[in-house]
């Protein structure tokens, strides 16, 4: 069992960045691929981006390709998702949550999600 702290949201105007922030504590997670969902109201849970369990591979979801990046320090027990050149459309919840096996883009396949910080993005 894993607890997930999400953090760095807030609100900003389109084309601003942000990094968000996910540490853990209780059992490192340092073995564990990381994913980044998030979820627009009224709106299922979408994939964001996800790093394999050192951080060497990362992989994004085409929306994000291109502005977000996903990093992670291990030493820290934290993950980071920084976002550039942020869109109105980015607006939502964001959480993090692991996995066991990296690639993974379904929900489903994370857990020990956190609370989820709040990402809005003026027009």
């Known amino acids: 069992q894993v607890q997930l702290v999400e953090s760095g949201g807030g609100l900003v105007q389109a084309g601003d960045s942000l990094r968000l922030s996910c540490a853990a504590s209780?059992?490192?997670?340092?073995?564990?691929?990381m994913g980044w969902f998030r979820q627009a109201p009224g709106k299922e849970r979408e994939f964001v981006a996800g790093s394999n369990s050192r951080g060497g591979s990362v992989y994004y979801a085409d929306s994000v390709k291109g502005r977000f990046t996903v990093s992670r320090d291990n030493a820290k027990n934290t993950v980071y998702l920084q976002m550039n050149r942020l869109k109105p459309e980015d607006t939502a919840v964001y959480y993090c949550?692991?996995?066991?096996?990296?690639?993974?883009?379904?929900?489903?396949?994370?857990?020990?999600w956190g609370q989820g910080t709040q990402v809005t993005v003026s027009t």
């Open positions: 209780g059992r490192t997670f340092s073995s564990y691929p």
């Open positions: 949550a692991r996995s066991s096996v990296t690639h993974r883009v379904r929900a489903v396949e994370y857990h020990d």
